[in-house]
DNA sequence: GTCAAATTCAATGGTTCTCTTGAATAAGAC
DNA sequence: GTCTTATTCAAGAGAACCATTGAATTTGAC
């Protein structure tokens, strides 16, 4: 190696985009932010922590790159710069789930008994939304909905659930999704439909990753 | 959010994998074994650090359950646990290359002037590689040519192109190759062969992407 | 102009990271 | 057993990271 200093300088600034995400906290600010734009104040309440800490996590990301911000108002929203970045979190998840010691007791910890839980791929929705004959459930917040959803879901945001099970056909077949493997939403309204006898499965993962698999969506 | 202590630690869990490759050296031990494994002694080298900084460094890469490691006689040599791993390098280099300012700057201060250096995508090389009018040429070090290589490729390791050059037949058009888009040795072996009055490109990546990408190979 | 709301800034203390140094281990050769 | 080689361990100093706190800044409403 000739100059070794030019070397470590790029390998350096390489390494910079894992330095960014090397944090529990910004990792979980990255995965709202995989389901679209958000003020401070909104993802500082989504990973529990205090504004200013949150600022300051936002504003690491935005000097890496990932994220980008624009003013509106008096709020500031943040987006993820590129699906690269998306990319980059999925596949980080991706080598956690397969790598990482002790990752599925944690999962279990988090997300509870999923054992009892009826999944389902995402090719098997694929099929079944062809048939048509299954109800596919976006259980995310509106706003998520609305900045985009799996092509042929309905949006019943998790916190309606209970109160809008009117709205689901009777016999149907539901399929909920949210916003990825690691999200309760999903796992949460499998749990009260089933309680109240209607069919119901989750998909395995969420919409970012439907998304990645370049299957039918709208909205956004 | 119920719980938050249990959310909090998954997703630390999750980020460990980031935390592992966020660090400029980890990174190029990642790069150097995303071509075959490979000694502690071996890589220090490579990285030009002291053996017992790469150690440790080895160490933490190990706990992350990103790479393995296993012993022969007086000798450890270490790999990389899964092509996820290789997945998750290759992503985040891709991420910092769109992202992370300043970073075309340093590859330019580390690799030199590419501007003059004819190059190739994979797709090309593929449709040249069919017409059967091309020499491909492996630069990286013999052992990781042994270790896999793409089909039909030549092996002439840039340390000993110099005194090898009468192996190239008279009037070919060369491609050459290395370990990925950072690495200096194809650059080094085009700029020589361009100066003989050899006419030669540079594959504008490597061995492992070409791999990823489900191309075929020979060897390992 | 004043006031309120959203966000950022600045300073602090405790933790983790990273490289260095020199000693300790493990395996093979003799 | 001794000697050599490859690797790891242990301790320490300096830097970077992270959550907390309270103050400062920016924008819009009035």
Redesign the pocket.
Known sequence: MADHGAKAALYDALAESA?AL??G?RAELVDVLAQGER???DLAAEID?????T??????LLRSGLVE?R?E????YYSLSSPVVGDLWRTMRRAAQEHVAGLEQLAADYLGDRSKLRTMTRDDLRARLRAGDVVVLDVRPETEFAAGHIRGAVSIPITDLKSRLGDIPDGADVVAYCRGPYCVYADEAVRVLTRKGVAAARLEDGFPEWVEARLPVSGG
Chains 1, 2 share one sequence.
Not at 49 to 53: D, L, M, R, S, W
Not at 55 to 60: A, G, M, N, T, V
Not at 73 to 76: D, E, H, K, S
């Open positions: 330095k090397a944090n906290r003020s401070v104040e922590q205090t504004v200013a800490n600022s300051q996590h936002l504003q690491r911000s003013r108002g008096t709020r500031i």
